[in-house]
C-alpha cells in the first residue's frame, strides 16, 4: 500500500483499502467502510426517491440545486433521468467495495450506532451558528438555500436530499476531482490537495446556497462565513469518517433546521 493510497477518503474510487487506523472489525473501521457506508445510505436513497416521485405529503416537489447539477452532469453524456445519481452512487460503493477485497458480512449495530454518532457530529454546527449570529433562529430556520419548510413531509424530504446530494457533489465528487488534479496533475502534495480540495469544495458549497449573494445588495458575510466552515467541517468529516457520516450530519443538522425549529416555533 503505498502512501497516497493510505490517506486518501475512503470513497475515493481509486482506494482499494482503509487506513483508518483502527482494527479491521472495529466500528471507526466498519463505519468508514463502502459496505456499512451504502448499508447506512440506502434508506436516506429510499426515501428521498419516493419523495422526488411526489408521494409523499401533498405530492409537491421541492427542488435541490445539488441534484439538479448532477442531473444535468449526466444530461452531458446523453442520458436521462432523475434517479441516475442515486443509482451512481450505488454503484461507486459497490465498486469500492469489491476493489477492497472486504467480507461481505454486515455488522447490524453498525450503521444504528452510526444514527447516534451522526447526531453528536451536528454540535460544532449548532455552536457555529451561535457564534456567527446571536439571534441563531433566523439562520438555522432558513436551511439549506434559504428555502424554509413549509410542510413536515416536505421538511424531511428537503433535509434528506440536501444531506445526500450536497454532500455527494462537493465531498465526494467535487474533492475527489480536485484532490485527483492537484495530488495527480499538479503534483503537489498529499496534504497539499487534500487542504485545497477541501477549501475549495467549501467555497463552491457556499456560493451555491441562495442568500449567500444578492444582486444589488452585495455578499451577506455571515450566512458566507457559515456555509463556507461548515462545508469546510464537512470536508473534514468526508476526509477522517467517510461520506457516511458527512452525510448523516448534514442530514441531523437540516432536520433541525427544516422539522425541529419550525415544529418548535408552530407550537409557541
Known sequence: MNHRQKHQPTVLPTQTRSGVGFANTGYFELSSR???????????IGFYEIGSMGLLGSGEVAKLEA?????????????????LPAFALIVTLLLQHILSKDTWRIVPIVPFAMIVESAFLTWPLIILVVIL????????????????????????????????????????????ILHFLITDV?????????????LLSA????????????????LNFRLAAFYTLAGVYFGILFLMRGLGLAVGAHLMYDLLVFVVMPGIQDQS
Open 133 to 176: 449570529n446571536p439571534q441563531a433562529s433566523g439562520m438555522m430556520i432558513q436551511g439549506e438555500g434559504g428555502v424554509p419548510a413549509h410542510t413536515f413531509w416536505e421538511g424531511l424530504y428537503l433535509s434528506f436530499g440536501a444531506g445526500l446530494y450536497e454532500e455527494m457533489l462537493f465531498r465526494l465528487v467535487l474533492i475527489t
Open 34 to 44: 463502502p459496505l456499512h457506508t451504502l448499508i447506512f445510505l440506502l434508506p436516506i
Open 186 to 198: 499538479l503534483s503537489f502534495k498529499d496534504r497539499t490537495g487534500k487542504i485545497a480540495a477541501v
Open 67 to 83: 441534484q439538479d447539477m448532477l442531473v444535468r452532469f449526466f444530461d452531458l453524456f446523453g442520458t436521462l433521468g432523475l434517479h
Open 203 to 218: 467555497l463552491a458549497f457556499a456560493w451555491l446556497h441562495d442568500g449567500v449573494y444578492i444582486p444589488g445588495s452585495g
